[in-house]
């Protein structure tokens, strides 16, 4: 198989994945603005939807490695774990697969969506993250230190996995990983720490004629792209000189 072919399968399995986390994600936002009076939906089971978005979407990534964000293929490569080569194809694929989830779940509420915001003037967040603190830094903080700790428990858990031969632990953990961000942090700004799932889907909104007037607002875009991808390699860093040192000295 070329290098051509085996980088487009891998390319089709991170779109794929993302795209199903966005599918349980935004969906799960969805059934809480249209229906979560009738259905007592929480901010809980949000972050349980996303969890689950993160479990499907991993086990549909495998082929590729399942980063299903740039922030992810970013840190592994700085680390040294991926090459650079394909952070930006991985990165452009993971993008267009959270557009594809986004388009997805608006054609399924799309006649609720119609009788509930006519207009799309009000409802954008279902697909995209919103500050609860105006201004740039609030956001941009909360999501250097959610990524952060996204790849420090993704990288502990992918050497745990290995070290005991549990593969079947990564996919389950990482999403309990993901809900307990989701959970502890994500309030302040949506919790992204991932900027395909929040571009994709805000760019899948604007092409959709949504008019919120703050949707893309720069100062919003950029948060959950540029915060991610610091807190990332970020993370992934204080792993490897902490944590992952210390079980490389137990390993020798």
């Known amino acids: 198989m070329s ?12 779109f794929m994945g993302t795209m ?10 969805a059934m809480k603005v249209f229906f979560g009076d009738a259905l007592t939906v ?5 972050t349980l939807g996303w969890s689950m978005g993160v479990l499907f979407g991993v086990l549909a990534s495998l082929r590729s490695g399942a980063h299903i964000n740039p922030a992810v293929s970013l840190a592994l490569a700085v680390t ?6 394909k952070v930006l194809p991985y990165s452009l694929a993971q993008t267009a697969g959270g557009f594809a989830g986004a ?9 609720k969506w119609l009788m509930f915001d ?19 830094m609030p956001g941009f903080i909360d999501q250097i230190i959610g990524t952060a700790i996204l790849l420090f428990g993704v990288l502990a858990i992918g050497d745990f996995a290995a070290k005991n031969k549990n593969g079947w632990l990564g996919p389950i953990a990482v999403a309990m990983l993901v809900m307990g961000i989701g959970m502890s942090f994500g309030a302040m700004n949506g919790y992204a720490i991932n900027p395909a799932r929040d571009f994709g889907p805000r760019f899948f909104a604007l092409v959709a004629g949504f008019t919120q007037p703050n949707l893309m607002d720069v100062s919003i875009v950029l948060v959950p792209i540029v915060g991610p991808l610091i807190g990332g390699p970020l993370g992934a860093l204080i792993y490897d000189k902490t944590t992952g040192s210390l079980n490389k000295d137990l390993e020798a």
């Open 42 to 46: 929480t901010w809980n089971t949000i």
């Open 3 to 14: 290098n051509e072919s085996s980088l487009g399968r891998e390319m089709l399995s991170e």
């Open 118 to 136: 006519p207009q799309l003037v009000k409802t954008a967040g279902i697909f995209c993250t919103f500050p609860a603190v105006p201004g740039f």
């Open 80 to 85: 040294g774990r991926f090459p650079w080569k």
């Open 103 to 111: 388009a997805l779940v608006f054609t399924d509420f799309h006649a």
């Open 20 to 29: 199903v986390l966005i599918l349980f994600g935004a969906g799960c936002v």
